[in-house]
């Protein structure tokens, strides 16, 4: 239904000098909806993605957030629009505890001094609702597995209350059981109405969890499928292009076109 259309984006470029890295794509994402996005190295995903968080501006195209037309100028001005974003790196502090990542920055205070009791019982709350396990608040990031890294941003990225949700392969060089844990988050974090979009290389998460498909290649979105139509062959076929008549138009001019 339109009005649980959260993102529209229409013709989106991006250029880098002679390096075209998006070259007119289109993407939508619904409330409460998990979308996968995929393609090759280079196809563009990041890129894209960061547009949508306002870490890098457009060339040309329309980014239309809940029906209205909307140009990021920086990351704080998509925050605002409730946009959020995990990169693959996280940015989390190692040597801060769990609370103090939650909270960097927007520290509850009492007067001018931290107030850290609050800061634990409400971080220990947000990790609470989203079934998130770590042994203490007080423990340091750094000690933590790389799961419970993972969980730790994107409930951070939680806390802000967005409604939409950016994933940058948040399960690559994860254990099997820390992958089932950040999926069972990324169904939770949906369950709650937020928008999701999934970037991975791990197509098998893509069916766990997506419910819908859109496949980059080469600057451009090129497939959007619902999820029950494909199988891994299939999906493979999409984001490789295998079998797929390409158009003369779509060669990049560069062997450096897309750079993420």
Known sequence: MSEDLLVELTGITKSYGP????RGVDLTLRRGEVLGLVGDNGAGKSTLMKVLAGAVQHDDGEIRVKGRPIRFSNPAEAQAEKIGIVYQD?????????ASNLFLGREPRRGPFIDRRRMHEQAAQILADLHVKVSSTHQEIGTLSGGQRQTVAIARAV???PDVLILDEPTAALAVAEVESVLRLITAVAAQGVGVVLIT??????FRVCERITVMYEGQSVDDVPIGELDIESLVGLITRTGVAADPADTPQTEQEATA
């Open 19 to 22: 390096v075209r890295s998006l």
């Open 201 to 206: 290389h791990r197509l098998q998460d893509l």
């Open 90 to 98: 996280l940015a989390l502090c190692d040597t801060l505890d769990v």
């Open 159 to 161: 806390s802000f209350a």
